[in-house]
């Protein structure tokens, strides 16, 4: 079996905040339910999401239910996207 090579970058610490390119401390915090989370499927969507969206189905720890979570992104950061046209796309750090 071929070894891979671990790289700096495996080692490095994971801040639980959405990127933000100024400053890593300053994005707005992962929901904790994400933390530990079962991933049921991640990708895209047709769905016009700045950046193309990334779209998670995960499962929280303890839970049955899976939940979705949609990240829209751009060179400054991510933030979560609105579910519904309804919600406000402008409400900050809205999970």
């Known amino acids: 079996m071929k070894r891979i090579a671990q790289r700096e970058s495996d080692r490095a610490e ?10 890593p401390d300053r994005g707005c915090s992962v929901p904790s339910e994400l933390i530990g989370a079962t991933i049921i499927g991640i990708g895209t969507s047709r769905e016009k999401i ?7 189905d995960y499962t929280p720890v303890g839970e049955t239910t899976s939940r979705r979570i949609k990240l829209a992104f751009n060179e400054l950061g991510m933030w979560v996207h609105p579910l519904s046209p309804t919600e406000d796309e402008d409400q900050e750090c809205a999970t």
């Open 50 to 56: 700045e950046g193309g969206g990334l779209v998670i």
């Open 14 to 23: 994971i801040i639980p905040k959405w990127p933000d390119r100024i400053n």
